[in-house]
């Protein structure tokens, strides 16, 4: 089951949706310079507001919509700053719908212990358990659900746990494979 709604029809061999932002997002870290992925990647520790205009410009390039950009600009910042951790020095696509953010945490060795208490977290806290959670998944250098780690860190309720019961059955279907 796809993590967008828009997506869940789409032939993987097709043109992405016109509103599949995280694709496009990917595409866009994708052909960043080094500079500005690396500005994405330090962009917590700097808090520099060069890194928040290269994020800026990255969601506008990948056609979100301003309104989103004003109203959601946290979520996106930490999306933006996941996505050029996920890219790396060697400008990988960060996202891959068919990859589950829980089984790939599984493949990086990420315990069961962190996991639940990434699931547990709220607030600012799940944002630290994330930041965590990409940076193990960045040495991996493979893509995952980037949509997954945008609903989790919503404010709906509904589509917040959804994200996590994904994370979490696809994380123990990993780890049942492997048994």
């Known amino acids: 089951m796809a993590s967008n709604p828009a997506a869940a029809n789409a032939d993987p061999a ?45 969601l506008l390039r990948a056609d979100v919509p301003q309104s989103r950009v004003k109203d959601d600009w946290t979520r996106l910042r930490l999306i933006g700053h996941f996505a050029g951790l996920l890219s790396g020095t060697a400008a990988l696509r960060p ?25 547990a977290s709220r ?11 990409v940076r193990i998944l960045s040495r991996e250098r493979k893509p995952v659900n980037l949509w997954d780690i945008y609903h989790l860190l919503g404010s709906d309720p509904v589509k917040s746990d959804a994200a996590r019961l994904r994370m979490a059955r696809h994380y123990y279907a990993a780890q049942a494979k492997s048994n």
């Open 95 to 119: 996202h891959d719908e068919r990859r589950g953010v829980g089984a790939a945490l599984f493949e990086a060795g990420f315990s069961e212990k962190r996991l639940l208490r990434l699931l």
């Open 123 to 133: 607030g600012e806290a799940l944002g630290d358990q994330l930041a965590l959670a």
């Open 14 to 58: 097709t043109a992405e949706k016109p509103d599949d932002w995280m694709t496009s997002i990917s595409r866009q870290t994708h052909g960043m310079s080094s500079g500005d992925r690396a500005a994405l990647r330090r962009m917590q520790l700097t808090r520099s507001p060069g890194a928040d205009a290269v994020a800026i410009k990255m």
